[in-house]
Nanobody, 126 residues
Framework: QVQLVESGGGLVQAGGSLRLSCAAS????????MGWFRQAPGKEREFVAA????????YYGDSVKGRFTISRDKAKNTLYLQMNSLKPEDTAVYYC???????????????????WGQGTQVTVSS
């Protein structure tokens, strides 16, 4: 069993920055990849970024490329999302996710995800 706990959300002005964290506990050493997704009110959940746990290869959704950076600290079993140049359209609940099989590409399509966090709210004011 794996527990994922997000933190770091909040209210920020457009153009500002936030860093989200996701602390993982349990069976994390075998994770294939971890990632971030977001869901705005009335919209479907959207892929933001993913990283392979062992090698550290990264993948990003088109809407955040060049602004967001995903990283992980294997020693701390913690996933991060550095968000810069935030826009009002980035407002959403951000969820951490872990996959223990499949491919990262599949994960980006929300396939093969084994665990989700509870989410953290990010609000960007204009």
């Amino acid at each position: 069993q794996v527990q994922l706990v997000e933190s770091g959300g909040g209210l920020v002005q457009a153009g500002g920055s936030l860093r989200l964290s996701c602390a993982a506990s349990g069976r994390t050493f075998g994770a294939l990849a971890m990632g971030w997704f977001r869901q705005a009110p009335g919209k479907e959940r959207e892929f933001v970024a993913a990283i392979t746990w062992n090698v550290g290869s990264t993948y990003y959704g088109d809407s955040v490329k060049g602004r967001f950076t995903i990283s992980r600290d294997k020693a701390k079993n913690t996933l991060y999302l550095q968000m810069n140049s935030l826009k009002p359209e980035d407002t959403a609940v951000y969820y951490c996710a872990a996959a223990f099989g499949g491919t990262v590409q599949a994960m980006s399509m929300m396939r093969g995800i084994n665990y989700w966090g509870q989410g953290t709210q990010v609000t960007v004011s204009s």
